[in-house]
């Protein structure tokens, strides 16, 4: 079992930034994928950002709304993934769930979800 620990959600206004950060109970270094998802309410979950690796090369991934906003890294020493959000709107409010995917037939093993929240 993977333990996922998230960190760095809270209220913010438009316009401002935040670091989500997730350590891994486990090592990410050659992990499948390891990144971000978000749910806000009465909507599905969905993608925002992810690393996936294959062999010794790790590539970031981007949802379209977010993409210009927001930098995905990962720190295999610290076994953790972090996500900074700038320029943050009312709609990026939701649940960000950090997940971590060992291989890619196995499932995912997610955190407990932090709360970010941007509003005036």
């Known amino acids: 079992q993977v333990q996922l620990v998230e960190s760095g959600g809270g209220l913010v206004q438009p316009g401002e930034s935040l670091r989500l950060s997730c350590t891994a109970s486990?090592?990410?270094?050659?992990?499948?994928?390891v990144g971000w998802y978000r749910q806000a309410p009465g909507k599905q979950r969905e993608l925002v950002a992810t690393?996936?690796?294959?062999?010794?090369?790790?590539?970031?991934h981007y949802a379209d709304p977010v993409k210009d906003r927001v930098t995905i890294s990962k720190d295999n020493a610290k076994n953790t993934v972090s996500l900074q959000m700038n320029n943050l709107i009312v709609e990026d409010t939701a649940v960000y769930y950090c997940?971590?995917?060992?291989?890619?037939?196995?499932?995912?093993?997610w955190g407990q979800g932090t709360q970010v929240t941007v509003s005036s």
């Open positions: 997940y971590f995917q060992q291989y890619t037939w196995t499932s995912p093993w």
């Open positions: 486990a090592s990410i270094f050659s992990a499948y994928a």
């Open positions: 690393i996936t690796t294959a062999g010794t090369t790790s590539t970031p």
